[in-house]
């Protein structure tokens, strides 16, 4: 094993520094307001500046730290996106509950774990996927097949 940076804290720490560049710039768009009343751009450029902050924190220390090469999992990446897309694919045609418990079992193909350990992840992350989006956060969104 070859040591050299800490790779893994200074490629999380600069993602996390270009995500919150990018919301923080982005979020100026909108109008920033007051702290007494916030416009729609305020929290996009305040927690945008702050991931950023936090983003150079993490890797900025890690350019003069030892670590371990990083290694990348194929057939976890995979299997990874297979599930989202398998999820915005079926999302219209199949509904949030069935596209969900799809999506979650699709991404669990590569674990170890038994099949009633599998489906029971599949209906909690059904479960909670369900609650929040059309739910809790009224999003438009066809809970079955047949509720569009």
């Known amino acids: 094993m070859k040591i050299t940076r800490d790779n893994h804290d200074l490629v999380g720490g600069l993602l996390m520094a270009a995500a919150g560049l990018f919301f923080a710039l982005y979020g100026q768009r ?20 702050t991931l ?10 890690a350019w003069w730290r030892r670590g371990s ?6 057939g976890n990446l995979f299997w990874c996106v297979a599930s989202l897309l398998a999820f ?4 219209r045609l199949l509904g949030v509950v069935l596209a969900s418990f799809l999506a979650a079992l699709i ?14 992840v599949c209906a909690v992350v059904t479960l909670l996927t369900t ?7 009224q999003m438009m ?7 569009h």
């Not at 915005?88 to 999302?91: D, E, I, K, N, S």
């Not at 969104?141 to 047949?146: D, G, H, S, Y």
């Open 88 to 91: 915005a694919l079926t999302l």
């Open 52 to 61: 950023a902050v936090l983003g150079l924190l993490v890797a900025v220390p």
């Open 107 to 120: 991404s669990l193909v590569p674990s170890s774990m038994a099949l009633r350990a599998r489906l029971t």
């Open 69 to 74: 090469a990083i290694t990348v999992q194929w």
């Open 30 to 49: 909108y109008d920033f307001g007051t702290s007494d009343r916030m416009g729609p751009g305020y929290f996009p450029v305040v927690l945008g500046w």
């Open 131 to 137: 609650l929040i989006f059309p739910i809790g956060l």
């Open 141 to 147: 969104l066809p809970i079955w097949p047949w509720s």
